[in-house]
């Protein structure tokens, strides 16, 4: 069926294939550190996410951690430069569309 050309092409191959990857093996070993075991952990927490619908097990109790360390100074805004809103839009600033910009801050 196959001659012996063929076999020694495949026999070449190999042996090539195990010279560069002897040749090649500490930057093939940081490829493998670097891009393969992080993409296999991704997948593993994408596939875990996928199988609790709702995600990880530890998302909500994380959560509730934060939301009582921070309570209500997530709405407490303070900053001393912050501009305070404007509370007397006309119908320009109303409309939405306008032709000309309108920021609401006073021009002088």
């Given at each position: 069926?196959?001659?012996g050309?063929?076999w020694?092409?495949?026999?070449?191959?190999?042996?090539?294939?195990?010279?560069?990857?002897?040749?090649?093996?500490?930057?093939?070993?940081?490829?493998?550190?670097?891009?393969?075991?992080?993409?296999?952990?991704?997948?593993?927490?994408?596939?875990?996410?996928?199988e609790?619908?709702g995600?990880?097990?530890?998302?909500?109790?994380?959560l509730?951690?934060?939301?009582?360390?921070?309570?209500?100074?997530?709405?407490?805004?303070?900053?001393?430069?912050?501009?305070?809103?404007?509370?007397?839009?006309?119908?320009?600033?109303?409309?939405?569309?306008?032709?000309?910009?309108?920021?609401?801050?006073?021009?002088?």
């Open positions: 069926m196959f001659d050309g063929f020694n092409y495949i026999r070449s191959f190999f042996l090539i294939l195990k010279r560069s990857l002897i040749a090649h093996r500490v930057a093939l070993l940081i490829l493998l550190v670097g891009v393969f075991f992080p993409l296999q952990i991704f997948g593993e927490l994408a596939e875990e996410v996928w609790n619908e995600g990880f097990s530890w998302d909500v109790p994380t509730l951690a934060i939301h009582s360390k921070i309570g209500a100074t997530q709405n407490n805004h303070n900053c001393w430069i912050a501009q305070p809103p404007i509370n007397n839009a006309g119908p320009v600033l109303r409309a939405g569309f306008t032709d000309t910009l309108v920021t609401g801050i006073p021009i002088k």
